[in-house]
């Protein structure tokens, strides 16, 4: 019995796993390239005092945590261009992925988020 139920637990954890990472990625220094090519579509998904404490210099923003997110997401987005979303770690960007993408998006998380960008700026 007890050996059912972790089995059951372990499935279901890596469904709900599998299912976070449907999207594409690209790593920071792969943005990175990107940015100094040219004009990419990036959209930064983290709070206002989030973003106070920095964020990449060409991003649009849309809170992930408001009730309005998709609506002022999609305002903001050209459905021709990919877009690229970043968070603080790259879990909330993840989950922004697939309701942009069900809304006729190509979309990108950026790995790491802005933590990874952060660490790599000096470097």
Do not use: H
């Amino acid at each position: 019995m007890k050996k059912g139920i972790c089995l059951l637990l372990l499935s279901f954890l890596f469904l709900n796993c599998n299912g976070q990472q449907a999207s594409n990625t690209i790593s920071t220094a792969e943005l990175k390239r990107l940015l100094a090519q040219g004009e990419v579509q990036l959209l930064d998904v983290r709070t206002p005092k989030e973003i106070q404490k920095g964020a990449i210099k060409t991003a649009l923003f849309a809170n992930y945590f408001d009730v309005d997110f998709e609506a002022v997401a999609t305002v903001q987005l050209n459905k021709s261009k990919p877009v690229y979303l970043y968070c603080k770690s790259g879990n909330r960007s993840g989950k922004a992925c697939k309701i942009l993408k069900d809304k006729g998006f190509e979309v990108i998380n950026v790995l790491g988020g802005y933590r990874q960008w952060d660490s790599e700026k000096n470097q």
